[in-house]
Every structure is written in C-alpha cells, then in structure tokens.
C-alpha cells in the first residue's frame, strides 16, 4: 500500500469481527514496531498479548478496561522506567514502534486502535505481572475491523506550525476566561470524534449521572431544547428514556451535529432534531424545558452570558431552564482547579453566586440540587492528588475502594458543597 494512503486513511477501529488474525501476522505487525526508530536503538519495549478470555475479563471487571471483550488482540505496550527519563526517550521509541504498528496493521486490512483508557494502571500492572520499574505505554487493539468510521477532524500543518518562535504567552491556565472561544469549540469538536458513534462518552461519575437523569426526567415539558452538546452523554439517554418527548440540539459546531446525527442514526434515536446555528440565532421556535448541562463550566463569561440569553429567548412563559455546574466549593470542584480529574479542554469550577448573579437579571432560581457530596470513583482518587494533597492519598484510596462516598443527592444546606449542581430557574 501507498505509504501516503495508509497514512492519511489510517483509522482508529473499535469494532473489530470475532474473527482471530493468525499468530504470524500478528508477529509480522509487532516486527513492524520493532523497525520503528529508538534512542540509541535501544528498542526498550515490550508487547504483552493478551489471549487468555479469563484474564480479559479481570481486565474488565478488576482494572475497568471497558470494552476489552471486544478487542480480538489486546497487546500492551511497556516501556523501561530505568533509563532515558530526563526527555522520555523510551516512550518516545515506544509511541514510534505503536504508530508503525498501526500503520501496518492498516496496510493489511487490519484495523488498530491506540488505547490510553484501559483502565487502573495498578491493576493492570497487577494482572499482567509487569513489573514496578515499567511503564505501561498503552495497549494497542488489534483485529479485522467491523466499522468504519467517519473521518475526524485534523487540523492543517499551517494551522499549527510557527517559525522560529511560539507566539503563546509564557503562562497558560485551563481557565476558558483566557482561551478564545473559538479554540474552545474547535477542541470540542475534534475531541467528540475521538470515540465512535456506538462506543460514545461515559461519565466520570456513573451513579451521580444515574441520579441527575432521574432528576432532569421529573422536569421535562414535551418540547426540550438542549443547548450546545459535545458529549452527547445526557442528550442520547434522556431521548431514549423519553422517547414522547422531542428534543433539539443545537450546536454551533457543523462536525458536532454531523457527529451526533451518525450517533442517533446508529442507535435509531428518531426524537432528537439536531441544529446547526453557527451564531446560535435559533429557530423562532419556543420550548418546554431548556437544558444546559455541563456547559457553563467550559465557556469564558461573555459566552456564559449569551448561552444564558439565548436559553432566555428560546423558553416560553413560565418554563424551566435546568441549568449544572461543576461547583468551586466541593471537594472535587476545589481539585479540580489544581488539575485533579481534568478531561476535555479548558474548565474551571464556578460558585453558586457568579450564577446566580447572572441568572437572576432574567430568571428566578427555584431550586437548587447538589449530586455527589464526596465523589469517589476509581478513577479519581486512584490517579492521586498533586501537591500538598497527597497526604490525604491512602485515606481517599482506601475509601474509594468502597464506593462509600459517591452517589448522593442533596438539597439544602449539603447542595452547597455537593459537586454537580442542577439549578432550576423559571422564566
Ligand atoms: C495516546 C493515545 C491514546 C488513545 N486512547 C484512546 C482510548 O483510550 N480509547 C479510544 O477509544 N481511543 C483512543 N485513542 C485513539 C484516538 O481517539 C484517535 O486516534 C483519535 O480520535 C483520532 O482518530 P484516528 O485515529 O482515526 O485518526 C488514543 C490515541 C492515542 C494516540
């Protein structure tokens, strides 16, 4: 195949058939990564097969390796912790043995996906028996692929390239007040292309989503507008869960509607409407209920204040905007302004008051509702806490191996600290 061809056509696979690659093939892919270029050609990697079913499964079930079962040849990629550290060169060698592997594996009709999300790496480590001097690096699937997926969104070299100089200031923060919005929605609409349509996003917190469906749900009225989507987490399981009630994306992302379009396409989802309004000028049209979830937390303030105007706008008299914010004065709204659990892109947590202040010029707030007083999922507090935190490591690891602390819904005086807010305000 034309090197250029594999190059530009190559794509991330992540439904594979049952079907098994025959053992010399799969030997001639992993002597692909071997070619690859590394420090001092010291080729300091490993591949770890894994071909046992009940080994698979512990991957799943104990590290939390979602959709390992339906990888054909999960194969792990370990680098040697001992040396070459100061600029990662062994997992630079590493990345570059994965890329050619993909690429071969590609030019043989196989299909390939890089994973970083296999799960806790200590449980991994613990299972494979790999020892405490390795680094996991990734797995890489491998198997005949039974998709294929839309092309996502690759930025242009002119795009990215500077001369001599990076024009970026010398301090960077995640908060969006220092980002264009523009960037913003650029990254949010190459990330969602980062899964495929039937794999999709899972929540961080899997309970308090469960808890704040079932809230939204008492909520709805028979026409809901959901403002501005990129994980499509909410908007697909509320319209599943409804299916009398019609709902409205509207994105001002073209890729994101094509994107979640695929996606209600795929699960035959036939009551949601998706809108393209690149300015976020809707259709004349009023709605029941207005959902804004998980929105406002990513957006600088000018465009808070204008999403919170367009919901405005969209509402008919006497209707319901549910409005969520990852909360500043909880536990994990506090962490995460020191980079603790980050996922996509620019996000800070927000007070109570800076919305309230701005919901207030046009709605009243009705309620206010606080989910997951202390989280405590696996991957939160197993990933550790940075800095001066880290004394309190053991304890929360210790805890989250319980489950003790996530999953509750409060209102009141416990909503304050609790880490999703849902308010609801009246037009
Ligand atoms: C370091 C790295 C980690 C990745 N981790 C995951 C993962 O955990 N799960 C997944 O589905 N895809 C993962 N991917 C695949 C990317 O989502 C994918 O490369 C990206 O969306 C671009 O799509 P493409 O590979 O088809 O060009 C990873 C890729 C890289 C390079």
């Not at 079962?69 to 060169?89: A, L, M, Q």
């Not at 692929?145 to 500077?162: H, L, V």
């Not at 509607?257 to 393209?276: D, G, L, P, R, T």
């Amino acid at each position: 195949m034309d090197i250029k061809k594999a190059i530009w056509d190559r794509r991330s696979i992540r439904k594979f058939k049952k079907e098994k690659i025959p053992t010399s093939v799969l030997y001639n892919i992993l002597d692909a990564g071997v070619q690859a270029p590394s420090s001092c050609n010291q080729q300091l990697f490993y591949f770890v097969l894994v071909d046992d079913p009940a080994l698979k499964q512990k991957l799943e079930k104990e590290a939390g390796f979602k959709w390992i079962d339906r990888i054909p040849h999960p194969v792990f990629v370990v680098t040697d912790k001992r040396f070459g550290n100061e600029k990662f060169s062994n997992i630079q060698g590493a990345s570059a043995a994965i890329e050619n592997m993909l690429l071969y594996a590609y030019s043989l009709g196989i299909g390939s996906c890089w994973i970083a999300g296999y799960g806790d790496k200590a449980i991994v480590k613990r299972l494979l028996h790999i020892p405490s001097y390795f680094h996991i690096l990734g797995c890489v699937g491998l198997g005949y692929p039974d998709e294929r997926p839309i092309p996502p969104i690759k930025r242009s070299a002119r795009e990215i390239t500077f001369v001599n100089h990076i024009p970026f200031p010398e301090e960077a923060t995640n908060n969006p007040e220092d980002w264009t919005y523009k960037d913003i929605q650029s990254l949010a609409a190459r990330t969602i292309f980062a899964k495929s349509p039937d794999i999709g996003y899972y929540h961080l917190f899997p309970l308090e989503l469960e808890q704040q469906l079932h809230f939204i749900s008492s909520k709805l009225g028979k026409e809901v507008l959901y403002l501005e989507d990129i994980s499509g987490i909410y908007l697909f399981k509320l319209a599943q869960m409804h299916q009398r009630i019609s709902f409205t994306m509207v994105s001002s992302s073209k890729k994101v509607v094509a994107w979640m379009e695929e996606k209600a396409q795929h699960h035959k989802i036939k009551n949601i409407s998706f809108v393209y309004s690149p300015d976020l000028t809707l259709p004349k049209k009023q709605f029941d209920t207005v959902l804004c979830l998980d929105q406002v937390n990513r957006l600088p303030s000018r465009q808070r204040e204008q999403i919170i105007a367009l919901a405005h706008r969209s509402l008919k008299k006497d209707s319901t905007l549910l409005l969520s914010f990852l909360n500043k004065r909880s536990l994990y709204g506090a962490l995460f302004r020191k980079g603790v659990g980050r996922r996509y892109g620019p996000e800070i947590s927000l007070t109570y008051g800076s919305l309230a202040t701005l919901l207030n010029k046009q709605f009243t707030i009705t309620e206010r509702v606080g989910f997951n007083l202390l989280p405590s999922p696996k991957l939160f507090f197993k990933m550790g806490v940075p800095g001066r935190y880290t004394v309190f490591n053991p304890f929360m690891r210790y805890l989250a191996r319980f489950n003790l602390l996530e999953g509750s819904t409060n209102s009141g005086f416990l909503a304050r600290f609790s880490t999703t807010n849902i308010l609801v305000a009246k037009k």
